[in-house]
T-cell receptor, first 111, second 113 residues
Framework: RKEVEQDPGPFNVPEGATVAFNCTYS??????FFWYRQDCRKEPKLLMS???SGNEDGRFTAQLNRASQYISLLIRDSKLSDSATYLC????????????FGKGTHLIIQP | DAGVIQSPRHEVTEMGQEVTLRCKPISGHDYLFWYRQTMMRGLELLIY????????DSGMPEDRFSAKMPNASFSTLKIQPSEPRDSAVYFCAGGDGSNYGYTFGSGTRLTVV
């Protein structure tokens, strides 16, 4: 089983819709979780950290389910500019140890 | 802050040549990572440093790859000799080990022909 798994998509979603995708991780000792966004031919950029209690940043909501070992990202009122690849990142230890990226979920917002 | 600076942005080289990629991290970031990204394998961690010391190089593909961090403001990734299968985008990233994520450079797109 891969350490971090994501549905590669693409997810084709009409503008204004709500879209959600998950990421599963295999290491139950994983401690820190992030969502990154990567635009075509650009570097990954931190979108948001994922906290145990869940967290929201504007139209974006991230949640963590430790029991089932997955994190989720929900995007409300999607915009054309949300089109990108969303990468799930999991660390297995304190600090920077074991930083592992999923291969990403490709999201396309259609007008 | 100029962010993480990588050079060159693009590199095209012939098989067998030596390639050196460079990275200048953000001041104050104690951790520095080298990643490689391909369509097939996604983002792979090659090596990372903490306070200039290599901590985990288990992701380095083989002996042809080497990385150094002589000081807190500079790191290199060297491939010698290069092979076509090394063609990828190589990213340098840095962080302070907190829960605030990591900052990536713009990457070096390497093509080995």
């Amino acid at each position: 089983r891969k350490e971090v798994e994501q549905d590669p998509g693409p997810f084709n979603v009409p503008e204004g819709a709500t879209v959600a995708f998950n990421c599963t991780y295999s290491n139950s000792a994983s401690q820190s979780f992030f969502w990154y966004r990567q635009d075509c031919r650009k570097e990954p950029k931190l979108l948001m950290s994922v906290y145990s209690s869940g967290n929201e940043d504007g139209r974006f909501t991230a949640q963590l389910n430790r029991a089932s070992q997955y994190i989720s990202l929900l995007i409300r009122d999607s915009k054309l500019s949300d089109s990108a690849t969303y990468l799930c990142v999991v660390t297995s230890g304190g600090g920077a140890d074991g930083l592992t990226f999923g291969k990403g979920t490709h999201l396309i917002i259609q007008p | 802050d100029a962010g993480v600076i990588q050079s060159p942005r693009h590199e095209v080289t012939e098989m067998g040549q030596e390639v050196t990629l460079r990275c200048k991290p953000i001041s104050g970031h104690d951790y520095l990572f080298w990643y490689r990204q391909t369509m097939m394998r996604g983002l792979e961690l090659l090596i990372y440093f903490n306070n200039n010391v290599p901590i985990d190089d288990s992701g380095m593909p083989e002996d042809r790859f080497s990385a150094k961090m002589p000081n807190a403001s500079f790191s290199t990734l060297k491939i010698q000799p290069s092979e076509p299968r090394d063609s990828a985008v190589y990213f340098c990233a840095g962080g302070d080990g907190s829960n605030y994520g990591y900052t990536f450079g713009s990457g070096t797109r390497l093509t080995v022909v």
